[in-house]
């Protein structure tokens, strides 16, 4: 019973966790660079900052710790 109370504290922590870091992200973007959404075009990646490299690459870096949390009660 532990082990599936600890699995469901790790899946509800990193749905919520996205929520609470990438969406202030993605407002501060749109309002400072007053546009709507990044370039995924591949000649734009070298002129990307550091804010919009971590907002790209955010919910992909999500994705990995969702599975690095669980992989213990595999």
């Keep these: 019973m532990h082990r599936q109370k600890s ?3 790790t ?3 990193q749905a919520a966790v996205p929520l609470l ?3 202030p992200l993605f407002l501060s973007i749109l309002i400072v660079d007053n ?3 990044i370039s995924f075009e ?3 990646w070298y ?3 550091v804010v919009h490299y971590a ?3 955010g919910p992909a870096m999500d994705a990995f710790a969702s599975i690095a949390c ?3 009660y595999r």
Excluded: N
């Design 7 to 9: 699995i469901l504290a």
């Design 11 to 13: 899946i509800c922590i």
């Design 21 to 23: 870091t990438y969406l």
């Design 35 to 37: 546009s709507w959404g």
């Design 42 to 44: 591949d000649a734009h």
């Design 47 to 49: 002129d990307m900052s």
């Design 55 to 57: 907002a790209a690459w």
């Design 70 to 72: 669980l992989k213990p």
